[in-house]
């Protein structure tokens, strides 16, 4: 077993270091533009494939994207820390293939289970549709707007007192399809899901390497790592916390992809997976 201390200002190999500068002129960019006008995450941002707004290349340009100082922070430092040894042992062009390959499959995850989730949303929105009704209308914001505004309840008993009139039934209509709009069209951003699948690949190929945490501040090999890391966000994709915006199938989208590329590389013998 061996201890695993990165210099801080030791040699970034190419891919991580361009993908690291990629990011940075993006995130830059991102908060920059919108001072003119320009709003780039409308065409950047991964949207889901139902949206008006989705294009295909958002599969790979939302890698580049991200919502905060922090969260680019914790994508680039993973990156910085556990991306550099990888692209070592690996080489450049099978470590891009690897990125790019787990950053698609989170994003490809990510979609598969926002479309399921839209599921129910969808049935009901086109359920009022065909039925408008004071009684449909508040089982949907009973559903799917759990904290509805004062606004909103004063309608829904206006709504039940005139449950003919055509201007509630408008007005009822136009809001049910605002919140499935609402839902569709959320943007997602980020490097997570193939940040995670760097980090899987290093648990695989340097499991008995010690990392220190930062919180608690205790060494823990890089396997146990990744297993709880891994195990904490299926918790809480599983969980769906209400108001929770990070997209934790997209990290297990990553995690996943990762193991399915590396085992077939294995079976293939084109990996070089010595383990340390």
Known sequence: ????????????????????????????????????????????????????????????????????ITHIFFNMFALYMFGRMLEM??????????????GLGAAALHSFVSY??????????????????PEVFLSFVREYVPNASVAVNEFISSYSLQPSNPAYINEATQFVQSVYDMHLNIPTVGASGAVFG???????????TQLMLLFPPIPIKA????????????????????????AHFAHLGGMLF???????????GI???KQF
Do not use: C
């Open 223 to 246: 396997k146990y790592f990744v297993i709880i890391y891994g195990g904490i966000e299926l918790f809480f994709a599983v969980l769906q916390q209400p108001g929770d915006n990070v």
């Open 1 to 68: 077993m061996q201890s695993y201390r990165a210099p801080l200002f030791g040699n970034i190999p190419t891919v991580v270091k361009n993908l690291l500068i990629i990011n940075i002129l993006v995130f830059a960019a991102d908060s920059i533009l919108p001072l003119i006008g320009v709003n780039i995450i409308q065409n950047l941002a991964l949207f889901n494939f139902q949206s008006p707004y989705f294009k295909p290349f958002q599969l790979v340009t939302h890698m580049f994207m991200h919502g905060s």
């Open 258 to 268: 990762g193991f399915l590329l590396i085992k077939y590389w294995n079976s293939k």
């Open 116 to 133: 399921l989730s839209l599921a129910g949303l969808r049935e009901a929105t086109m359920a009022f549709a065909n039925t408008p009704s």
């Open 89 to 102: 042992v690996w080489g450049p062009k099978r470590f891009l293939i690897y990125y790019f390959i787990t």
């Open 198 to 208: 760097v980090l899987l690949a290093f648990g695989m190929l340097f499991p008995n």
């Open 271 to 273: 990996g070089n997976f």
